[in-house]
């Protein structure tokens, strides 16, 4: 059995190589909804919606803006990258192992005000000292993937990235304040609950 590894995180070719899956469907029909969240931009994105603020660790960092610097990579993009790689499997090439990057970082704070021009929202920031082990950059070059089987990321602009995960927080929002209203109407009701 053939195994093509596609990597997301470091490579011993390559040290210090990482990235971020970010965004969400284009379509609006798939996305991340974690409990807690942990995730960069849809924190940030909760936080425009009001759901507490956001945290920024560290912002001494030898970056241009003081935080750290880091890789996002569309969800669609990784996945056209596996369905590459399969395809290559199938046309009989060899196993091989690839960082998936957009190359180009992207600072924490970036991240905060592409949130904010895509929202239209402010975004509620605390700074606080810097996580034990966060290095200022992490990011992947995906040279050896885009030589090998023409992989190019088609989200690269972190203001794409985020209206896409925008688009599926909000709706995620509002149905979960729906189904919300939904149920405690219902509760309080001596009808059934129709839709």
């Known amino acids: 059995m053939e195994v093509v590894e596609l990597q997301i995180g470091p ?3 390559e040290p210090d190589d990482q990235i971020n899956a970010a965004g969400a469907d284009p379509g609006g029909t798939l996305g991340e909804d974690h409990r807690p969240e942990v995730h960069v931009i ?3 994105i909760d936080a425009a919606l009001g759901r507490g ?9 030898e970056t241009p803006d003081g935080t750290c610097l880091r890789d996002y990579v569309h969800v669609s993009d990784l996945a056209a990258a596996h369905l590459l790689a399969l395809d290559s499997l199938r046309a009989g090439g060899e196993s091989a192992a690839y960082n998936l990057g957009n190359g ?3 600072s924490v704070r970036e991240v905060v005000d592409a949130v904010e021009r895509v929202t239209g929202r402010p975004v509620p920031v605390t700074v606080g ?9 992490l990011y992947a070059s995906s040279d050896r993937i885009r030589r090998s089987l023409g992989w190019t990321p088609g989200y690269e602009d972190i203001d ?3 209206e896409t995960a925008w688009r599926w927080r909000e709706a995620i929002w509002r149905l979960s304040s729906d189904v919300a209203w939904r149920i405690c109407f219902h ?6 609950w129709r839709r």
Not at 53 to 61: P, V
Not at 187 to 192: A, E, F, L, Q, Y
């Open 160 to 162: 794409v990235i985020v």
């Open 53 to 61: 603020t956001f945290a920024i660790y560290g912002a001494d960092y």
């Open 187 to 192: 509760r309080n009701s001596s009808k059934p």
């Open 104 to 106: 180009r970082p992207t």
């Open 129 to 137: 000292p810097r996580r034990a082990g966060d290095p200022a950059v």
């Open 42 to 44: 849809p924190r940030a």
């Open 11 to 13: 490579d011993p070719a």
